[in-house]
């Protein structure tokens, strides 16, 4: 009966742009418990004219109260839904820092101990020799005679072979 009686005054609302609800009006008591819950508001200096507030607007654009009650039911219960995969991702949290925190400890001392073990090290030293190397002359055929794969003595006999 209420949710008949809200939706005939948001018809009227959505045709008129506002509502009259005087004192012999049977809606009136629907009409002020609307606006104690922000739905209506009163803005002219007369108090039975009565529009939409933001809230009534909201109403308004969902074209009906039932819809409107759907909506707002939806948005709810996946509020809801939210706050409980927000308390597993907190537990997931809360179960897994003591772990990484222990590893992330381990890893940083091993770390530490072998930066401090290569500086403990001493590399060999290397011998300069005073003496110059002697200049290669050999000419560049020549290296890349060196380059070229070397072939077995099996096939150089097989070719030898054949071609006589």
Known sequence: MFDEHVESIFATLLINGQIT???NNPSRTVVLMLKSKGYLITPYVNPDIFEPS???????????WKSYIEKKDLKEKRLIEKEILD????????????????L????GFY???NIIKSFAEKPPTKIESTT?????HISSEAKKS????????SDTIFYLKKKE
């Open 21 to 23: 609800a005087g004192f």
């Open 132 to 136: 110059e190397q002697p200049k290669s």
């Open 54 to 64: 933001d809230l009534g607007r909201e109403v308004l654009q969902c074209s009906s």
């Open 146 to 153: 060196e380059n070229l794969v070397r072939l077995k003595e």
């Open 87 to 102: 308390l597993k991702i907190s537990r997931f949290k809360y179960y897994t820092l003591w772990p990484a925190l222990i």
């Open 111 to 113: 770390s530490i101990f």
């Open 104 to 107: 992330g400890v381990i890893g």
